[in-house]
């Protein structure tokens, strides 16, 4: 994407004044904050702007003749509009408003597939996606007799892209697979995958929940068909996503859910569809979600992005150097293009007693399978414990998990 001039310089200290909850205590111990992939906290622009919303603006969208009714139908396609800009989607009516990854991947699987999949047809996945980007599909093969095929990964956690491109045949209907795992970190060579599956005009959908917040996405330049993220993990709320569709499809897809806005003309024999975004976004959406989700944009596009990636791939080397450094623990995902994600294993201890410790120290790790059963089964391991990094983390944080595990090593072994 082009780069503006009037970008603010990153500086990781300002970044973090932004944070009001970078300033509390954990368990009398300062808040070390390392758990922002599973949902990243929110700069006080964006929480004002949900207060100011709530205080002066609210009202039901689409519907009414009257001010506030207008006035917040105005904010809620003006965020559409930001967001479009953010991935550089090429129509506003391509980004559809979900409640977060989950539900646009579940759209897909169930308005792609109810239309394009019949028995025998294959849809790819990897071993490494989260739950969200599985059973929607494994739900939808149920329904309709297709078949899941798994693109296997190797120890370091990458993609096979060999067996990849072996397995796309004609019944392949569409790849799902994650940009960014969650768990291992790996950034996948999504324009290969993009351009190996379109040589064939097989639709891909990227599960971008664990990219946006590391770096920018231009869904043009790109060339995916869909692309799925959470608004929390993006420094915006919960409980809002987007599903960006190329307009082609969304057009050939039956609506997701029924219901107000998402119609054109109901009666008892018939009804038809209104158009594109609002065929899929039945119902009153979260209009606050949708226009905080645009202020969260508004927050990171502020920075250059090259010295988000720089100065995260900066923690990420010193933290993956100062843990491998400590005795007996080994990194899960050494994938050689990672986003800011380590899962780590403490031989010997398990990695729910690891995070207790730390949480003793006021320290936010995730322990557990992530959310990525088969991929934890691939490694032969109940789960791991994770430090995801965003912006607002700095060296001083890596130093404090370090000093923890260390403790916890003390402790357990
Ligand atoms: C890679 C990935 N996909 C999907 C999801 C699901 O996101 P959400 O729970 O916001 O729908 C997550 C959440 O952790 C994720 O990391």
């Known amino acids: 994407m082009s780069k503006t001039t009037a970008k603010k310089v990153f500086d990781v ?5 932004e944070f009001p909850i970078l300033e509390r205590t954990v368990n009398g111990h300062p808040l070390i904050y390392l758990d922002s992939g599973a949902s990243a906290q929110k700069p006080q622009s964006v929480i004002d702007c949900i207060a100011r919303y709530y205080r002066e603006q609210h009202a039901n969208i689409h519907r009414g003749v009257h001010h506030l009714s207008q006035q917040a139908t105005q904010a809620y396609e003006d965020a559409r509009e930001k967001i479009r800009q953010f991935i550089n989607a090429e129509h506003a009516h391509e980004v559809l408003f979900t409640k977060g990854t989950t539900d646009g991947i579940n759209l897909v699987a169930a308005a792609f597939g109810r239309k394009f999949l019949a028995a025998g047809d294959q849809i790819i996945i990897s071993t490494m996606e989260h739950h969200s980007n599985i059973v929607p599909w494994q ?20 993609l096979l892209m060999d067996e990849y491109e072996s397995m796309l045949n004609d019944r392949t209907k569409l790849i ?3 940009h960014v795992s969650n768990s291992l970190g790996t950034i996948n060579p999504v324009e290969d995958i993009i351009k190996l599956a379109h ?8 599960d971008g929940a664990q990219a946006v917040p590391h770096k920018r996405v231009d869904v043009q330049a790109l060339n995916v068909d869909f692309f799925a993220f959470s608004g929390h993990k993006l420094f915006g709320p919960t409980g809002v996503g987007i599903l960006y569709g190329k307009q082609a499809l969304l057009n050939d897809m039956p609506p997701y859910q029924g219901g107000g806005d998402m119609i054109e003309r109901v009666t008892f024999e018939k009804t038809t569809y209104n158009t594109l975004p609002h065929k899929f976004e039945a ?7 949708g226009i905080g989700l645009g202020a969260a944009v508004d927050f990171v596009s502020q920075y250059d992005e090259q010295e988000i990636v720089a100065h995260e791939q900066n923690i990420l080397a010193y933290a993956t150097k100062k843990l491998t ?5 080994k990194i899960v995902g050494t994938a050689a293009n990672k986003a800011s994600v380590i899962s780590f ?9 690891v995070g207790t410790i730390l949480d003793q120290l006021g320290i936010a790790v ?13 490694y032969g391991i109940p789960g791991t414990a994770r430090a995801s990094f965003a912006l607002y983390n700095n060296r001083a944080d890596v130093d404090a998990l370090v000093a923890g595990v260390r403790r916890a090593a003390a402790m357990l072994l």
Not at 199 to 206: F, T
Not at 345 to 353: A, C, K, N, R, S
Not at 366 to 378: K, V
């Open 13 to 17: 200290a300002q970044a973090r004044k």
């Open 139 to 158: 739900m939808i093969c149920e329904q309709t007799g297709a078949m899941l095929k798994i693109i296997p990964i190797n120890k370091r956690g990458e």
């Open 176 to 178: 799902a697979v994650a």
């Open 199 to 206: 040589q064939r005009d097989i639709p891909v959908l990227l």
């Open 283 to 289: 119902g009153t959406p979260n209009i606050v979600g």
């Open 325 to 329: 450094d400590i005795d007996g623990v």
């Open 345 to 353: 294993l403490l031989d010997g201890t398990h990695p729910f007693d």
């Open 366 to 378: 995730r322990t557990g399978h992530h959310c990525t059963q088969p991929l934890m089964d691939f």
